[in-house]
């Protein structure tokens, strides 16, 4: 297959295959090869940083993108971590995490995360490192799958950033994509992604936030993260994948869904979350779709708009569903043709479904910002970003 073919390729997750390399790698291939590593850590700043230095502290890079070329030159095995200090980054362009000569494992981990944590005494909202997104989402390579980040190794903790979403129209006309995947990962035999106290923020007309996590693979946790506004949330994509956990996350306003799940294995974990206000609680897709794109929809294919079988059973635990439009659906597309399906597949334990909204915390002096309001029935559950918080 020529590039011009795999341009054309409509993107299932084969065809993503296919064509990572040549659509989002060109840049790193034509970069000069970065220095080496200093030690196990990187720093970033994006106000005093440059991509010429050392990746020290005190000279520290300015991209993640810089940072993922660097890691990617190392070799051997034991931790990595880069470090993004307070600030914000404009994402142009896309940092693929690949080292092919590093191994990590479960507690050597590669680790991209804030330097300062939500349960650091001195940490504030305002200093999250605030990723805003400025990908070139147009021309030859823009086919709807443009990420901010490819997490395409084993063994990753992303931890304690702000992502935000583009600044574009998203479906400008029919069958026109144009978005960002804040974070990803395709690699289907790859395990073990830990997405923590992250906070995934956007706006339907502003600053549309589409998806903020879609991963390939096995062992995908994400708790003690904010979805606000955000159009959806997470997609654990790969059917048949075991392993995966969704705990202590707030999910507000989500004009799509609040989670989304292939035919993945029944052992997910899915406690201790509230979904509120907003459109549907769940989207379920069935096998016939595991693993294509979310999007298929818009780009003229068939998708599937009823589950082929019944769908695996989840059981959802100590959670609540406040004020949010209807249960569950299977489809795809950007504009939500979701077909409604009976939500039995849900076994609720000590789970609660309810009509009343959840009041958010808007004073962002306060570092509840963006969460329940402390003391309310949503906040007792402890969702948020605080692992040590009690909330």
């Not at 609720?348 to 509840?368: R, Y």
Request: glycine share 10%; net charge neutral; proline share 6%.
């Amino acid at each position: 297959m020529n590039r011009r073919q795999a341009i054309k390729t409509t993107f299932t997750a084969a065809a993503f295959a296919s064509v990572l390399r040549p659509t989002m790698l060109a840049a790193q291939e034509t970069s000069p090869k970065p220095a080496a590593v200093e030690g196990n850590t990187l720093h970033l700043n994006p106000a005093t940083g440059a991509d010429t230095n050392s990746g020290a502290k005190d000279s520290p890079l300015r991209t993640l993108a810089e940072a993922a070329r660097r890691v990617n030159q190392t070799e051997g095995t034991g931790p990595l971590t880069v470090i993004l200090s307070e600030g914000v980054y404009a994402v142009g362009e896309t940092a693929i995490f690949k080292p092919e000569r590093r191994t990590f494992t479960k507690t050597d981990r590669l680790t991209i995360r804030a330097e300062v944590l939500p349960d650091d005494p001195d940490w504030h909202t305002g200093r999250m490192p605030t990723l805003i997104h400025t990908l070139p989402l147009t021309g030859p390579r823009a086919k709807g799958l443009i990420f901010g980040m490819l997490t395409e190794a084993n063994h990753v903790t992303i931890q304690g950033l702000k992502l935000l979403g583009a600044p574009v129209v998203e479906t400008p006309k029919p069958g026109m994509l144009v978005r960002v995947y804040p974070i990803g990962r395709m690699g289907r035999q790859l395990d073990d992604l830990e997405i923590a106290q992250c906070l995934f923020a956007g706006d339907k007309v502003v600053s549309p936030n589409h998806l903020g996590i879609l991963a390939h693979g096995s062992g995908i946790h994400v708790h003690h993260c904010v979805f606000y506004n955000a159009k959806l949330t997470v997609v654990f994509w790969t059917g048949g994948s075991r392993g995966h956990s969704m705990h202590n996350c707030f999910v507000h306003g989500a004009y799509g869904s609040g989670v989304w799940t292939t035919e993945i294995a029944d052992d997910f974990g899915f406690r201790n979350n509230v979904i509120a206000n907003g459109n549907y609680v769940w989207t379920y897709q069935s096998g016939a779709m595991a693993g294509r794109d979310p999007d298929a929809g818009a780009r003229g294919n068939n998708p599937a708009t009823t589950p082929e079988k019944q769908p695996v059973h989840y059981k959802v635990v100590n959670s609540l569903f406040a004020a949010n439009k209807k249960m569950a659906c299977s489809g795809t597309g950007a504009n939500l043709g979701f077909k409604d399906i009976d939500s039995s597949f849900l076994e609720l334990i000590n789970t609660k479904v309810s009509d009343q909204s959840v009041t958010v915390e808007l004073d962002e002096t306060k570092k509840e910002f963006l969460h329940p309001v402390a003391g309310s029935e949503a906040a007792k559950i402890g969702v948020g970003l605080f692992l040590n918080s009690g909330m």
